[in-house]
């Protein structure tokens, strides 16, 4: 059974680091693009990035180049969303997703349960 | 950046009415539009891809159709369960694979 399991809910200061997780099982990581997805309070979903694991291929929705660093571990079939320097503007839901054909970047038929952050002084 | 525009951005239905969604592309995108169902405290989750292909065990109530940069999604026979927001979503170009801002369908 494929599984995305994200780690949990951060409450967070404007200025800190965080790295969250998106842990995934039941299929062979290498072979899928693994999205991520943000959904700020009230608002719609956003299309943030997409890795390939296998070759960490990283490809960035402009409006959040720079801002996130998405990243993957081939040998604990993980996949990362970090912040250098977390804002206030950051405080959303945030989802892993992986498409439902190897080899494409989209659509997305499996999705973590999100990841909630919330960054607040 | 290809934009989507969706629309009506929120709406009202009956059980078992037939309601349609629009989702236009700002330029071609072939046939790389998906839809989605979004209920709160939930993942979302695919309903359509390739513009008209219905996902395995979603019911056959909904299907999604194209003319162009236009995309629609149909449910029929609404039920209390579609309760939820719907968005489609392009993976004609990346590094964007925008989504529409969304639309609320609110079953009366």
């Known amino acids: 059974e494929v599984q995305l399991v994200q780690s949990g809910g951060e409450v967070k200061k404007p200025g800190e680091p965080l790295k969250i997780s998106c842990k995934t099982s039941?299929?062979?990581?290498?072979?899928?693009?693994i999205a991520w997805v943000r959904q700020m309070p009230g608002k719609g979903l956003e299309w943030m990035g997409i890795?390939?694991?296998?070759?960490?291929?990283?490809r960035y929705n402009p409006s959040f180049q720079g801002q996130v660093t998405i990243s993957a571990d081939k040998s604990m079939s993980t996949a990362y969303l970090q912040w250098s320097r977390l804002r206030a503007s950051d405080t959303a839901m945030y989802y892993c997703?992986?498409?439902?054909?190897?080899?494409?970047?989209?659509?997305?038929?499996?999705w973590g349960q999100g990841t909630l952050v919330t960054v607040s002084s | 950046d290809i934009q989507l525009t969706q629309s009506p951005s929120s709406l009202s239905a009956s059980v078992g009415d037939r309601v349609t969604i629009a989702c236009r592309a700002s330029?071609?995108?072939?046939?790389?539009l998906s839809w989605y169902q979004h209920k709160p405290g939930e993942a979302p989750r695919l309903l359509i891809y390739?513009?008209?292909s219905l996902k395995d065990g979603v019911p056959s109530r909904f299907s999604g159709s194209a003319s162009g940069t236009d995309f629609t999604l149909t449910i029929s026979n609404l039920q209390p369960d579609d309760s939820a927001t719907y968005y489609c979503?392009?993976?004609?170009?990346?590094?964007?694979?925008?989504f529409g801002q969304g639309t609320k369908l609110e079953i009366k």
């Open positions: 979503q392009q993976s004609f170009t990346t590094p964007s694979h925008t």
């Open positions: 890795i390939y694991p296998d070759d960490s291929d990283v």
């Open positions: 039941g299929y062979r990581f290498t072979d899928y693009w």
């Open positions: 997703a992986r498409p439902h054909v190897v080899g494409i970047p989209a659509p997305y038929d499996y």
């Open positions: 390739s513009a008209s």
């Open positions: 330029q071609t995108i072939s046939t790389s």
